[in-house]
Structure formats: C-alpha cells, structure tokens
C-alpha cells in the first residue's frame, strides 16, 4: 500500500503564492508519474499537473502553465506544486496522486493512490 499526504493550502489573495506538498510512504511506492489534481464544489477532479519520476519530466494544464511549478525530491518521496499569481478560479481541494502508468496520466482514472486533499482558497 502507498500513503499520500498533502500539506500546505490555506487562504490567500489573488496574486499570491502558495506551495503544496505531498509525502508518499509504502514499501510499493514505486510511481512512473505524480500528478496533482483539483476539485472545486459541483466539478469534476481535474489536472493541473504532473512529474514523471525518473526523469522529471513536466506536464501541466494550460491555464496553470507558467504560474504553476511540480517538482519532486526523489530521495524524499515528496512532490510539490509552487503555485504563484494565484486567481480566485484556482481556489479548489488540490490532491495528489500516484500513478504506475507511463500514459493516461492527465486522467484522474489512471491513478492508483491518493491523498486526502488540502484546500486552496484565493480571494478577490
């Protein structure tokens, strides 16, 4: 079994920055992307991001491409989302997740584990 465990949301004014963290335990920890994703009340979760593990390589949503930063410490088993110039259409439950596929991993349904959410609120 893998665990997730994201940190960091809270309240913050439009134009601001937060950064989100997610710790990963489990002897079957062995992901091929992290991604983070979003849900804000009455929507589908939707991605925002994601990292492939080995490489580090990125991929992210167009509406967060250039505001938005994933990274990963490998060493550490975490994954984060630097997020600056935030809009109030950005407020929403942010959640990571692990994947072992190397495709379909913009679709929530491709991954396996995820944590529990942490709320981002950004006000106008």
């Known amino acids: 079994q893998v665990q997730l465990v994201e940190s960091g949301g809270g309240l913050v004014q439009a134009g601001g920055s937060l950064r989100l963290s997610c710790a990963a335990s489990?002897?079957?920890?062995?992901?091929?992307?992290m991604g983070w994703f979003r849900q804000a009340p009455g929507k589908e979760r939707s991605f925002v991001a994601a990292?492939?593990?080995?490489?580090?390589?990125?991929y992210y949503v167009d509406s967060v491409r250039g505001r938005f930063t994933i990274s990963r410490d490998n060493a550490k088993n975490t994954v984060c989302l630097q997020m600056n110039s935030l809009k109030p259409e950005d407020t929403a439950v942010y959640y990571c997740g692990s994947t072992p596929r190397q495709t379909y991993y913009t679709n929530s349904a491709g991954y396996d584990y995820w944590g529990q959410g942490t709320q981002v609120t950004v006000s106008s």
């Open positions: 990292i492939r593990w080995s490489d580090g390589d990125r």
């Open positions: 489990g002897r079957t920890f062995r992901p091929y992307h």
